[in-house]
């Protein structure tokens, strides 16, 4: 059982099954006598972890053999050059659907001619931009499926005319997602598969080899597949975590089942910000996203931010603090993050009604 109700946007909550056997790892990994820490990455026993990883992420995302899956460190933000650097040839095209999307298109436009196609920067990121249209003479087209700080989402697999780059770091393992329809999928393990000190890829091998330039052995993702995740020493502990979080994730009967329960926390939550008289969504309610859930007080109600939050802490609440070019809250509500605790914020938001309107 938690003590807390866990609301942090990442590093966040994980399962506590998966923390319990990390405990277990590092004090006797696989009965070595040894730490999860201390054993050679290129011992049989660790072998035996990646590989598992490797197959929950298949098996989980049903994954197709078109597709690689890589585990680097560096976090997502070092993603955003690799992509560059991996992808970008002559043009590449972003979404500027947040903070995020724009240090991505930043790195790119450091490496060659990158671009934002359309961008919803004039509403503070409020909303996904509709109604553009993706150029056909792109290299790739990058968009941020989950826009962590502004609370809204792309929750769909779009079709696009040239390859499709996803940063997936928010809602990865969210909901199913057609992998097929993806050159590139990453992100920091952070938000919803583990903790911070590892990021994901999800290559289509046949997308590689485009770019004329000389990449770097740590930037080339051929390199890596090459290695399979081991071109040099991986992040052994953060890769162990991840595991057990995606094993907990396939008890819980996967990626559809979880997707479930994602959408009626989200529901719930989204139904007490339009009920109560006190706050308001942030967030354009098409592309509200079912992982960050943002809100402010309601107008006329301001003055009552601070109180609200401290009175939310009095009752167990953590991480609700919105992001500073937001304002207000944010309750991230990943996988990890239970029913009960969603349920437990709602119950203060009522109560804090009550208390402030007779
Ligand atoms: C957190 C986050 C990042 C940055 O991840 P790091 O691993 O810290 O570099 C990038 N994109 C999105 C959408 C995020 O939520």
């Not at 972003?94 to 920067?121: D, F, P």
């Not at 003479?137 to 696009?160: A, K, P, V």
């Not at 401290?310 to 991230?332: D, L, T």
Request: negative net charge.
């Amino acid at each position: 059982m938690k003590k807390v109700h866990n609301f942090n946007a990442g590093p966040c909550v994980l399962p506590d099954q998966a923390i319990d056997k990390a405990i277990e790892a590092l004090k006797d990994f696989e009965g070595t006598g040894m730490s999860v820490i201390e054993v050679s990455h290129r011992s049989k026993e660790w072998g035996k972890v990646m590989d598992e990883c490797r197959s929950l992420w298949r098996e989980l995302l049903d994954i197709p053999d078109t597709h690689e899956i890589l585990f680097l460190g560096g976090g997502a933000s070092l993603e955003f050059l690799l992509v560059a650097m991996n992808f970008l040839e002559n043009k590449a095209g972003y979404l500027e659907t947040g903070v995020w999307a724009k240090k991505a298109l930043k790195e790119a436009k450091g490496i060659g001619n990158a671009y934002a196609v359309a961008s919803s920067a004039d509403r503070t990121y409020s909303y996904i931009p509709k109604n553009y249209e993706i150029p056909f003479d792109l290299d790739y087209f990058h968009i941020t499926t989950n826009n962590t700080i502004y609370g809204t989402e792309i929750s769909y697999d779009m079709d696009c005319p040239v390859p499709l780059i996803a940063d997936m770091s928010s809602d990865i393992m969210s909901r199913p997602v057609d992998v097929s329809k993806y050159a590139l999928i990453y992100g920091g393990a952070q938000k919803n598969v583990g903790p911070a000190g590892v990021a994901f890829a999800i290559v289509r091998k046949d997308a590689l080899g485009k770019v004329t330039r000389y990449i770097p052995s740590m930037l080339d993702y051929r390199v890596h597949i090459d290695g399979g995740s081991m071109f040099n020493t991986p992040p052994v502990f953060p890769i162990f975590v991840m595991k057990e979080t995606l094993k907990w994730l396939k008890e819980q009967g996967g990626v559809e089942a979880i997707s479930k329960v994602n959408k009626e926390k989200a529901a719930l939550l989204y139904a007490e910000i339009d009920r109560n008289r006190l706050f308001t969504g942030t967030a354009a309610k098409e592309d509200r996203s079912i992982m960050n859930v943002c809100f402010v007080m309601a107008e006329g109600y301001e003055y009552l931010q601070d109180e609200f939050m401290e009175f939310a802490k009095s009752k167990g609440m953590v991480g609700i603090k919105g992001h500073r070019s937001v304002g207000g809250f944010r309750a991230s509500i990943y996988n990890a993050c239970p029913l009960e605790s969603v349920s437990a914020l709602v119950d203060c938001m009522k109560e804090f009604e009550n208390m402030k309107i007779k």
